[in-house]
């Protein structure tokens, strides 16, 4: 995997991120930790281990001398689509998994903390901190999958559970304007000498006609008026895959959103509330971005409008869906073995999504980073943008 970073990674630094993973576990109870209700929700143990593997995999059996493993039954059980690395537990089969014990993957995750931070403090050469940086990386990823999971954990329970870790969306700007871009020709990509995933390189020009974009996201006031106006139930506002999917789930409101008494209501991490107008939409699929723009008499933005744009609004409360198949740059290229198929083997039948959420580590918020999903995933914090 190509990647840009000019720091040696500290072992304070990589402790304190190892810390947050459980953090934001701290509330869960064993039980919490074990259920997989679908398939592209990943048990919250199954995180834990996962983030620990991959340190145990790609650095501590790599380099470290006389490493001992801790289980050598767990390469098969958490890694996730390593091709390169061996066989492993299907997807949909995590679930299942109510061993090892909760209690066993922390002891997994202090026992390669321990040999880690031990290695370490001998000094480690350039090419192995780059893969620590990758690993600590990685692991804030599923920092912020962990919230989805736990969220759809909780969010499909009736208690509607709290959890003890707090993330909040802001009220969006009262006011909306459109920022005008004129058209031109524009470079996209990341170029500076900090940290960046292989998808952000290439850097190329890109032609982009005149736009305007909103300074400010769709809020919940603005999409109550899409399914009160009949969005939901008009077949010309929607792509046919989004049509279909809809129609096939029943879908007549975000993820979350419930009609209770004739009045709107969503679980958020805080509890189960009255959806409030002035946050931004969230939990949104791209056929519903989509749908709303085209109800507006507007569209989405391509990523690299998004990216041209982005230093004149704020952004970074949800990840906000493109009009932009997710695809590769001029000139990428990826690495040999397993940690090639961390990026380019996804490039097919996903949108590109940009910014960055509540839920996101700080240090992955940047105009150049390209998140990705199916069209049809909407338990991230995602939501619209709208330009015209």
Known sequence: MQTITTNI?????FLEVRKQTEAICKSLNPEDTS?????????????????TWFFEQFVLTEFKPDYKVFNKDFAF??????NNVGERVIRS?????????????????????????????????????????????????HQELLIYDIKYIFGNQPSFPKLDYKIQLQKEQSYQEFIQISEGIYEIGHKS???????????????????????????NSEYKEFIEAGGYEDFNLWHADGWEFVQNKNIKAPMYWHKVNGKWMYYTLQGFKTVEGDLPVSHIT?????????WKGMR????????????????????????????????????????????????????????????????????????????????????IRLVK
């Not at 059980?77 to 390593?82: A, G, L, R, V």
């Open 93 to 141: 089969n995590r679930g299942l998994m109510t061993r090892p014990t909760l209690d066993e993957v922390f002891a997994f995750r202090t026992y390669v903390n321990e040999q880690l931070a031990d290695f370490m403090s001998n000094g480690i050469s350039e090419e192995i901190s780059s893969i620590i940086e990758i690993g600590l990386q990685h692991e804030q990823q």
């Open 300 to 383: 989405l933005p391509t990523e690299f409008e998004w990216e041209i744009a982005s230093a004149q609004f704020n952004y970074g409360q949800l990840w906000e869906w493109t009009n932009s198949a997710y695809l590769p740059y001029p000139n990428y290229t990826k690495v040999e073995g397993a940690l090639g198929e961390y990026n380019g083997k996804f490039m097919i039948n996903q949108m590109v999504l940009r910014g960055a959420s509540i839920a996101t580590s700080k240090n992955h918020s940047r105009p150049t980073y390209r998140n990705f999903f199916q069209p049809e995933m909407r338990w991230q914090f995602s939501g």
């Open 286 to 294: 791209f056929y519903e971005a989509f749908a709303f723009a085209q």
């Open 35 to 51: 259920v997989q209700p679908v398939e592209y929700v990943s048990p919250p143990k199954w995180h834990l281990a996962h983030t």
């Open 9 to 13: 990674i500290t072992k304070a630094h």
């Open 193 to 219: 000498d900090n940290f960046c995933w292989d998808n952000e390189l290439g850097r190329h020009k890109v032609y982009l006609q005149d736009y305007e974009i909103s300074n400010r996201l769709v809020t």
């Open 77 to 82: 059980y958490f890694n996730s689509y390593y």
